[in-house]
């Protein structure tokens, strides 16, 4: 679910950049997303609750904690990262002009 979540809030970001509907929620949905960088960073690049679950698991399987693709599992960081910097892109330029 919270995977989800902040799938939804990227490509609202997206989104907003694209049709230039930029309000209040475009800048929480962008803070909430560096956010969750940061908290990624302090956590060596591992969602804390990966690293909760580690402890109940042998798997070392991308996947193993969510219910993805492996591919996609082990690529998530930078497929979204990239798309959410796309949109970020264009909400600044949006705004700038």
């Known amino acids: ?22 309000n209040t929620y475009t800048w929480l949905g962008i ?12 956590f060596k690049m591992f969602c804390p609750l990966t690293v909760l ?10 996947n193993f904690d969510i219910f993805l693709p492996n591919w996609l599992a082990k690529h998530n960081k930078l497929i979204f990262t990239t798309i959410f910097l796309i949109g970020l892109v264009l909400v600044v330029i949006r705004t700038l002009f």
Request: no cysteine.
């Open 1 to 22: 679910m919270i995977w989800l979540f902040f799938v939804a809030v990227i490509f609202y970001v997206v989104y907003s950049g694209i049709t230039g509907t930029i």
């Open 53 to 62: 679950a580690r402890k109940y698991s042998d798997s070392q399987k991308d």
């Open 31 to 42: 803070w909430i997303v560096i956010g969750e960088g940061i908290v990624l960073l302090l």
